[in-house]
């Protein structure tokens, strides 16, 4: 592979931007770039140079191939946006009178009949099937192994589930349960109560509630909400005080200053 880097003016000084460019392969000829920061942090995606910058630098415009600033096209992209709102908000009908063409597994393409009005035919809507969404049975798996990282794409620290929180069904592990309940409260408003039916236990691919997390059922208490609330008192409490040392030292340093400059 062969490397050139260079410096990148469109973003702060130090930046540096990096081509490899491959010499062997299916991929012969086509090129790689990465950004090197002045630290020496390695960037391979728009994105995650987004979240290292944050709101330093405008990235809206920025070309990650090319390194270069490119208003006029995110202009046009406002500019056709704009007009598709425009024309949806307006109801512009379809004037196109060119037959539609199926495409088909073969080569050749088949004109069709365009049928713009039934009058003889009745459309039948299925309410029940319109409101309710299937859902697929053992999502949660998908979570597994998922962990969630900060800007320098180190892995958090996961939260420790409560005792009284189970999980129930095949190949389930604490961090699952505790996406998938995260999950729950994110998108649904109905209350969590896990899953009830006894029966779960035995054969939960035929008595598993899909709206529920894969968890036992569990009962919250008067004893739970009240350390709940001991917690919550706590961190204000630490809070404050963090906030209150920070006041009185930025107040200190101030009249230090003062006394400098008054000498």
């Given at each position: 592979m062969e490397r050139k880097r260079t410096d990148c003016p469109a973003l702060p000084p130090g930046w540096k931007k990096e081509e490899v460019i491959r010499k062997s392969g299916l991929s012969a000829g086509k090129s790689d770039v990465y950004y090197y920061s002045p630290t020496g942090k390695k960037f391979r995606s728009?994105?995650?140079l987004s979240r290292y910058l944050?709101?330093?630098?405008?990235?809206?415009c920025f070309d990650f191939r090319t390194g270069k600033m490119m208003p006029s096209k995110m202009q046009k992209n406002k500019q056709r946006l704009r007009s598709d709102n425009l024309s949806l908000s307006k109801g512009k009908p379809d004037l196109n009178t060119a037959l539609p063409i199926r495409q088909t597994a073969s080569i050749f393409k088949q004109p069709v009949t365009k049928v713009v009005n039934h009058p003889n035919n009745k459309v039948k809507t299925d309410l029940?099937?319109?409101?309710?969404q299937p859902r697929q049975l053992f999502w949660e798996k998908r979570l597994k192994g998922l962990r969630s990282s900060d800007v320098s794409e180190e892995a958090l620290r996961t939260m420790d589930l409560p005792k009284g929180l189970q999980s129930i069904g095949p190949d389930s592990s604490d961090e699952t349960l505790l996406s998938a309940i995260a999950s729950a409260l994110h998108m649904s408003s109905a209350p969590i109560t896990g899953q009830t039916s006894s029966a779960a236990e035995k054969n939960p691919a035929i008595w598993l509630n899909t709206s529920q997390p894969l968890c036992k059922a569990f009962t919250v208490t008067d004893e739970d909400i009240r350390e709940q609330e001991l917690k919550v008192h706590q961190a204000r409490r630490s809070l404050e005080e963090a906030l209150m040392a920070d006041t009185l030292a930025r107040a200190a340093e101030s009249g230090r200053d003062t006394e400098d400059r008054a000498a």
């Open positions: 728009k994105p995650q944050g709101n330093t630098v405008d990235l809206g029940q099937r319109a409101t309710e």
